[in-house]
């Protein structure tokens, strides 16, 4: 977890890549299969619905199996989104070890997602999508630690194999 830009697609490729895990990125599913009105949206930076990135991810997670390890990169982003997630533990689909949440600020971010290009990465859809994350997101940090979800906090506007190398650590993968 962290705000857009910090990092999290990026370290999620890298741990998934030299731990054999299957990586889920809800922007990647997004951007795949979201067409439309609903397109124009998340383009200008909105979030899709709960239920739409739910239904997304529930479907694209049916494709492995039981026993594999997951990477979830962006989500979730919701107290709803996190309460579907701690209900599918609870009825045993899988389990949750930890939340890596990569702390940077919104200038190191805005630095970061302007360089990188993306259609959707002009200045007022960043702005966006920063308040959307505060409002929204920041909250579900705080809600999955005191349902005893462990939170790593990793400082992301370090150099990305430094990251790397904290979150292997923090994780005990080394």
Request: with cysteine; aromatic share 6%; net charge negative.
């Amino acid at each position: 977890m962290g705000l857009p830009g910090s990092g999290k697609g990026t370290q999620g490729k890298m741990l998934a890549d030299i731990n054999g895990m299957h990586l889920f990125s809800t922007g990647d599913l997004s951007r795949m299969y979201v067409t439309g009105e609903r397109r124009q949206r998340m383009l200008a930076g909105e979030l899709l619905d709960d239920s739409e990135v739910i239904a997304m991810l529930d479907r694209a997670l049916k494709t492995v199996n039981d026993d594999d390890e997951c990477l979830l990169d962006g989500f979730p982003r919701t107290v709803s989104q996190a309460q579907w997630l701690l209900e599918q533990v609870a009825a045993g689909r899988f389990s949750v070890s930890h939340v890596i949440y990569l702390v940077v600020t919104h200038e190191a971010v805005l630095n970061r997602l302007q360089a990188r290009g993306r259609l959707d990465d002009t200045e007022k859809v960043i702005e966006a999508r920063f308040k959307e994350y505060e409002k929204l997101t920041e909250p579900v940090v705080a809600w999955l630690e005191k349902r005893g979800i462990p939170v790593l906090r990793i400082d992301g506007e370090r150099a990305t194999d430094v990251v790397h190398r904290d979150i292997v650590s923090k994780l005990h993968l080394s």
